[in-house]
């Protein structure tokens, strides 16, 4: 079986489907970032709907040549208009299996998102991108207080990242709301293998 480790070219690894072995997959890297402003109101990260109608973070594949931290500023001035950010810190990284519904229709991915926190101006604004005609698209974006951060991420494998930028902005932990997002994670992985 050929083999590869996350990185811009985006090889794909994947195995024949004989007894005992594997489905064909493919490996994707992304990468994205956690984007907070400082208020009057207090502290307010940016989210984004994504494809599936979920509060998420911007991020997306790592192209040709492309370091993960460039991929993560494009990405979020590709999805929110954002820039003039200033780098904060590496968060972690996390790897998630999934069907895909938009380019590789039907076909199972495993996929490295590496995210990275950022600070904006204050006055900083966001707007969604135009509609694209295929493939995924972001259905709305908007400035969240960090103590809902937790309750309004759609994702349960972001509660570590997203705690871990909480604590480098210096707030404390208790008084964040607890997440919403379903603990059905693992079905779901066993799900897609099938």
Request: glycine fraction near 6%.
């Amino acid at each position: 079986m050929q083999t590869s480790t996350p990185n811009s070219t985006r090889r794909s690894v994947s195995s024949r489907r004989n007894e005992g072995e594997r489905e064909r997959h493919k490996n994707e890297v992304s990468a994205g970032g956690l984007v907070y402003r400082r208020t009057k109101e207090g502290l307010q990260f940016a989210m984004v709907i994504d494809s599936y109608g979920k509060w998420a973070f911007p991020k997306g594949h790592v192209r040709p040549g492309e370091r993960y931290r460039q991929t993560a500023i494009r990405e979020i001035r590709e999805e929110m208009a954002l820039g003039n950010l200033r780098y904060i810190a590496k968060l972690d990284h996390i790897d998630i299996w999934f069907r895909d519904r938009f380019v590789h229709k039907g076909m199972l991915i495993h996929k490295y998102i590496y995210y990275f926190l950022f600070e904006a101006p204050p006055d900083a604004t966001i707007r969604p991108p135009k509609p694209q005609e295929q493939g995924e698209t972001i259905r709305g974006v908007a400035w969240v207080p960090a103590s809902e951060l937790l309750a309004r991420s759609s994702y349960r494998d972001m509660v570590g990242i997203i705690k871990k930028a909480l604590r480098l902005c210096g707030l404390p932990l208790q008084k964040m709301s607890a997440p919403s997002a379903p603990r059905a994670r693992r079905w779901k992985f066993r799900k897609a293998m099938r």
